[in-house]
């Protein structure tokens, strides 16, 4: 998506209170610092709670770099998983693999929503091309 278009919002139907694109992004990479901050018994780094992002990526590279972070995040709480901790709850009444499937399953989730808003845009997304 084009920077001056991470402002798009659907409007054709009923879509009272729906994430920009931006705020899709942010939703998604916050989620996966709180679920992997989770997994490794540590706080969310940014401050992330109840799946909401901090302010302070606004432009298109600090939210790309935010969620780059994010995923990085997850995958070190990914491969700290072993055989002494994989069964335990954690957090969520969750174990450590069942906090890392959620986020994957939340990903592919909001993925789906971004596909609908590149195509709202006249976007062809790079995995359709």
Do not use: W
């Not at 798009?8 to 931006?22: C, D, K, M, N």
């Not at 705020?23 to 780094?45: C, D, F, M, R, W």
Request: hydrophobic share 35%.
């Amino acid at each position: 998506m084009p920077e001056e278009k991470y402002g798009f919002v659907p409007t054709s139907g009923t879509f009272e209170g729906t994430r920009s694109f931006a705020e899709q992004v942010k939703h998604l990479a916050a989620t996966n610092y709180i679920l992997g901050s989770a997994a490794l018994g540590e706080k969310p780094p940014h401050g992330e709670h109840d799946e909401k992002a901090p302010d302070s990526p606004k432009s298109k590279a600090e939210i790309m770099e935010y969620l780059k972070g994010s995923f990085a995040l997850l995958h070190r709480a990914a491969v700290a998983i072993n055989k002494e901790n994989e069964v335990e709850i954690v957090k969520f009444d969750r174990t450590r693999p069942g906090l890392i499937i959620d986020a994957l399953i939340h990903c592919d989730d909001h993925y789906g929503q971004m596909v609908e808003y590149l195509r709202m845009s006249g976007i062809i997304p790079p995995a359709s091309r």
